[in-house]
């Protein structure tokens, strides 16, 4: 069964708190402004027994003639929704068969011809949108995180160390991840050093990549509110998305916390040793999420905890209180920051066209639902 269900959504201003991070203060370039929006519900499937059940969806794409594509990582499926929410294709199962994921699959995207890439560990298939398996890119030692497309239908992924190499890495040296086309392993990006996770580290920066149409993509790390909006065909730097914002960190009060909560459930000497030893990251993630949505193309930033602004909640020494429901919007041509957006409780977007966006609602047994918005913002 499909709903639907109409929901207005009036951005309220949140004020900075929250004793569990060192705060900089706002200054004259913080410029945060909250948009009032409108979210109309078109549909949402998985909250009831008697329709599609998922187990954990880590990923979704719209394809050009309007229809979801879901990845369910621990079914080991893809399917493909209407615009009305009705299942018209599913593949995959737990195998080696055309079709078929030896690993979980994670990641997708969707070209503008309509092929669908599909990324599972060391491997990343191409299917049409009824699951025919066109082609795939086996990736050896390479470990791939978040697919986009170029123009010309190939696949570029977003390239990080293997995490058991920087574990067994003696040197600690930091490293850099890259954006590669899988066809030829052409870099077309690399970031800045990143240091190694080495044996226990609180959080780590990582690459965040989306494809925001006509071939171009949108990367950054974590760390920073800083993303290069590149030509996915050769590379060529075309833009910039970034903020001046104040950010917020581990305090001591939470890194002391942090280690008593593991403690507590650790009864291994070595691995209370390893946490008692354990690193923290200067900055809390920054940025969390990126895709292309309304209005028209435009980039829709989902903030993690480090962000500091006027509009940012409270980010206490629990982090089962933090809230990540504030989406910064960039003009799609030439990235201005627009506004921030506030979306319903307990939903992550992963999606976006030109008016609905598309995400995960997690109920309060855990239950993973898909739902699509159609969103109204101001002029």
């Known amino acids: 069964m499909v709903r639907t269900r109409n929901m207005a959504i009036a951005g309220v201003l949140l004020a900075l708190a929250g004793t569990g991070c060192t705060d900089q203060p706002p200054g004259e370039l913080d410029g945060a402004r909250q948009l009032e929006?409108?979210?109309?519900?078109v549909f949402h499937v998985g909250d009831e027994r008697s329709e599609r059940q998922f187990a954990?969806?880590?990923?979704?794409?719209?394809?050009?003639?309007?229809q979801l594509v879901v990845t369910d990582r621990d079914a080991f499926a893809v399917m493909v929704l209407d615009e009305g929410g009705r299942e018209v294709a599913t593949?995959?199962?737990e195998g080696d068969g055309p079709g078929e994921f030896a690993t979980e699959p994670n990641d997708v995207a969707v070209s503008h011809e309509s092929r669908v890439a599909i990324r599972s560990f060391r491997r990343v298939d191409v299917f049409t949108l009824d699951g025919e398996l066109i082609g795939s890119h086996l990736l050896d030692t390479l470990t791939a995180t978040t697919l986009a497309f170029s123009r010309e239908g190939d696949v570029v992924a977003s390239m990080e160390a293997p995490s058991l190499a920087l574990l067994l890495s003696p040197s600690n040296e930091a490293t850099a991840a890259h954006v590669m086309r899988l066809r030829d392993r052409q870099v077309l990006w690399s970031s800045r050093p990143l240091q190694p996770a080495g044996l226990l580290r609180f959080w780590s920066p990582h690459v965040q990549l989306a494809g925001i149409g006509d071939g171009r993509i949108a990367v950054g790390v974590s760390d920073r509110y800083d993303m290069d909006v590149i030509d996915a065909s050769d590379g060529t730097t075309l833009g910039r998305i970034s903020r001046e914002v104040s950010v917020r960190g581990p305090s001591e009060d939470f890194q002391d916390n942090m280690r008593e909560q593991m403690r507590a459930m650790e009864s291994d000497p070595a691995m209370r040793e390893l946490i008692d030893d354990m690193t923290f990251v200067e900055t809390f993630p920054i940025l969390s999420g990126v895709f292309a949505g309304p209005p028209g193309r435009s980039v829709w930033v989902r903030r993690g905890v480090g962000v500091g602004d006027a509009l940012a909640p409270p980010a206490s020494d629990d982090i089962n209180d933090w809230t990540f429901r504030l989406y910064d919007l960039f003009d799609g041509d030439d990235y201005e920051y627009i506004g921030t957006v506030e979306?319903?409780?307990d939903l992550t977007l992963m999606a976006g066209d030109r008016e609905r966006v598309a995400g995960v609602h997690t109920g309060p047994l855990g239950v993973h639902s898909v739902r699509v918005l159609r969103v109204e913002l101001p002029d």
């Not at 954990?56 to 309007?66: I, K, L």
């Open 37 to 41: 929006a409108e979210f109309a519900e």
């Open 56 to 66: 954990r969806v880590t990923s979704m794409a719209f394809a050009p003639n309007g």
């Open 343 to 345: 979306v319903p409780e």
């Open 91 to 93: 593949w995959g199962g």
